[in-house]
């Protein structure tokens, strides 16, 4: 069964600490995304890639950077998590040849 | 700035009937209109999408409608069943299936017994 890990379900990190999310897929897909969801607000995406070592804003991207060393591996850094931060993330991945994203479980995130 | 709503916020149907969540875009560059299910503890699911070249597409219970000059597309689900109790969110993209999707807010359906 295809799939996207997220490393943890819940974190509860304090304010100014530097956090990792990490996601790992296994489906060899080139494409990975982060989106955070907030009620009433939906999926906002924070950053993507299209490929190892690189990487785009998405609609979001202040307060966070990503990383993506290898092709299965795509990690979001909160560099000082603020309260504000404290969401729920979605790590997703996707192909060219098939329509539709692959998401993790998400990891709930509280910053306190 | 809001690329895609979607209504209503929340919907209770009862078992056996009609669900209705809609949705409405901004961007006419928009060329992919997919669907997700989202259970509680689970990530969204691709449920159902359409391309801009048809205005209805059917798969089992679950229908998109889609108009393209009114830029609005809706999911219906006929005879509800308490499973589809979920999150149910619309999204659009351009350029591709690789492209990010932008995401509606999100409709909460429950369907009582």
């Known amino acids: 069964d295809v799939k996207v890990t997220q490393s943890s379900r819940y974190l509860v990190k304090r304010t100014g600490e530097k956090v990792f999310l990490e996601c790992v897929q296994d489906?060899?897909?080139?494409?990975m995304f982060w989106y955070r969801q907030d009620p009433g607000l939906g999926l906002r995406l924070i950053y993507f890639s299209y490929d190892v070592k690189m990487k785009e804003k998405g609609d979001i991207p202040e307060g966070y950077s990503v990383s993506r060393e290898k092709k299965e591996r795509f990690s979001l850094i909160l560099e000082s998590a603020s309260t504000n931060q404290t969401s729920m993330y979605l790590c997703?991945?996707?192909?060219?040849?098939?329509?539709?994203?692959?998401f993790g479980s998400g990891t709930r995130l509280t910053v306190v | 700035q809001q690329q895609v709503k979607q209504s209503p916020q929340s919907l209770i149907v009862q078992k056996g009937g009609i669900s209705i969540i809609n949705c409405a875009y901004e961007?006419?560059?928009?060329?992919?209109f997919p669907w997700y299910q989202q259970f509680p503890g689970k990530g969204p699911a691709l449920l159902i999408a359409?391309?801009?070249?048809?205005s209805e597409k059917k798969e089992g219970r679950f229908t998109i409608s889609f108009n393209k000059s009114a830029k609005q597309f809706s999911l219906h689900i006929m005879d509800s069943q308490p499973g589809d109790s979920a999150t149910y969110f619309c999204a659009a993209s351009m350029g591709g299936t690789a492209s990010k999707l932008t995401f509606g807010t999100g409709t909460r359906l429950q369907v009582t017994l």
């Open positions: 961007n006419t560059a928009f060329d992919y």
């Open positions: 359409i391309r801009p070249d048809v």
């Open positions: 489906m060899d897909h080139e494409n």
């Open positions: 997703a991945s996707s192909t060219a040849a098939v329509y539709g994203y692959t």
